[in-house]
């Protein structure tokens, strides 16, 4: 089924491992973001990128790099993971409509972080 | 970048309509206003999306007014099932220059029998 693929769904950590979650999508979207949301809030840009090779901080970049060398792939990284980063992380992606211009975001399902 | 502001929660019963109010006062001349619903445990996922008006499909109606500083989401007859958490989410094009897709804290609506 075409959409937007997170892996894994779950994963535990402990602080200061690193590990890369992985985000892929088959709709030749040119832009995707990651966003984290924590119990009761609601989504907060970290990184996002505006085609293959682009990519920019959003709300909350400190702790994760993302690299895109690819339009399906876009990973999030995080180097040395701390109980802060304990999170539901999204990945999205979208594509100019060719007749209004706007945008509509898909989400994938979401990758629960536990980093004890 | 447009802020929006919504209420942080609000209760209804089965059958009833819902309007959801979210204000962007400094809404962008480019910028679409679009919300989406998100269940418990799940990505959030587009109910409609409109730039000024009234625009309606099959799951909600949204109210534009001329100025475009806020919108309104309307949910006709809802159901149990309509129980989610609603944003508003304004500056859709993130090809504009600086444009960052920020999600506000969103309206958690409650369904009641």
């Known amino acids: 089924n075409a959409g937007v693929t997170q892996t894994p769904k779950f994963q535990v950590l402990k602080t200061g491992q690193s590990m890369t979650l992985q985000c892929a999508q088959d709709?030749?979207?040119?832009?995707m973001s990651w966003y984290r949301q924590d119990p009761g809030m609601g989504l907060r840009l970290i990184h996002y990128s505006v085609g293959a090779g682009i990519t920019d901080q959003g709300e909350v970049p400190n702790g994760y790099n993302v690299s895109r060398s690819t339009t399906e792939d876009f990973p999030l990284r995080l180097l040395s993971a701390a109980p802060s980063q304990t999170s539901v992380y999204f990945c999205a992606s979208s594509t100019r409509d060719p007749h209004s211009g706007a945008n509509v975001l898909t989400f994938g399902a979401g990758s629960r972080l536990t980093v004890l | 970048l447009a802020k929006t502001t919504q209420p942080i929660s609000m209760d209804s019963y089965e059958g009833q309509e819902v309007n959801i109010t979210c204000s962007h006062n400094n809404i962008a001349t480019n910028d679409y206003i679009t919300w989406y619903q998100q269940f418990p445990s799940q990505g959030p996922r587009f109910i409609i999306q409109g730039y000024k008006t009234k625009v309606t499909n099959e799951v909600a109606s949204l109210f534009i007014p001329a100025d475009r500083k806020s919108s309104t989401l309307s949910l006709p007859r809802v159901s149990l099932s309509d129980t989610a958490v609603y944003y508003c989410l304004v500056g859709d094009n993130p090809y504009n220059q600086g444009g960052k897709l920020i999600f506000g804290q969103g309206t958690e609506l409650s369904v009641k029998p």
């Open positions: 709709m030749n979207h040119e832009y």
